[in-house]
């Protein structure tokens, strides 16, 4: 019983470079998310969907963009690194009930230098 | 709008004493409250839930909460606590409306001292 599973599990990136942030769920959620954990500061989200083909912009879109082409994948990119992107990212995924909480994968730690 | 506050950064304990880490809220509507433990590197880990009923809920490890409307709490509580224990605590919140994203608080570092 996979869960979310992000990868990789770390990565270091200079600054301009591009990359994309693997997660997948094996649990059938409709609903995923993705959030970066900066210290002290808690998680922000930064785009989620609830469904296949529909994404929406969280808190903190900017410099990011995802797809959702199936309901397993939520894949995260980050085009043109900047420092501002070093960050601990967190995909999460849930059923369509209110009252039901997030399954989180393992997260991925970015560097960008 | 949707927010949440832990007052305190860092809770220190030691072992066997009760903790209390502390989560206030706001939200629109009835509220969705829910705890989580962060492991170092690790990802979060659901603890408990408060979504109607019995203000005081149980969960993994021992852990309960109090849902306090009238304060708009839900304080995590552990009647002895273990070395095991130490992480890192989230409190979210989401509103019963749907198209709510969960909020979550800035976390509280729980070190339970030998």
């Known amino acids: 019983n996979a869960g979310v599973t992000q990868t990789p599990k770390f990565r270091i990136l200079k600054i301009g470079q591009s990359m994309t942030l693997q997660c997948a769920q094996d649990?059938?959620?409709?609903?995923m998310y993705w959030y970066r954990q900066d210290p002290g500061m808690g998680l922000k989200l930064i785009y989620y969907s609830v469904g296949a083909g529909i994404t929406d912009k969280g808190e903190v879109p900017n410099g990011y963009n995802v797809s959702r082409s199936t309901t397993e994948d939520f894949p995260l990119r980050l085009e043109l690194a900047a420092p501002s992107q070093t960050s601990v990212y967190f995909c999460a995924s849930s059923r369509q009930i209110l009252g039901d909480g997030y399954t989180f994968g393992s997260g991925t730690r970015l560097t960008v230098v | 709008a949707q927010s949440v506050a832990q007052p305190e950064d860092q809770v220190n304990v030691a072992e066997g004493n009760p903790l209390t880490v502390k989560c206030t809220y706001s939200v629109s509507g009835n509220p969705y409250l829910f705890w989580y433990v962060q492991y170092p590197n690790r990802g979060l880990q659901f603890l408990l839930k408060?979504?109607?009923?019995?203000?005081l809920v149980k969960g993994s490890y021992g852990f309960e909460a109090e849902f306090n409307k009238s304060q708009t709490s839900f304080h995590l509580k552990k009647p002895s606590a273990l070395v095991s224990d130490s992480a890192l605590y989230f409190c979210a919140v989401r509103g019963d409306n749907y198209g709510q994203n969960f909020v979550f608080g800035p976390g509280t570092r729980l070190s339970v001292l030998p």
């Open positions: 649990m059938n959620h409709n609903y």
């Open positions: 408060y979504i109607t009923g019995d203000n």
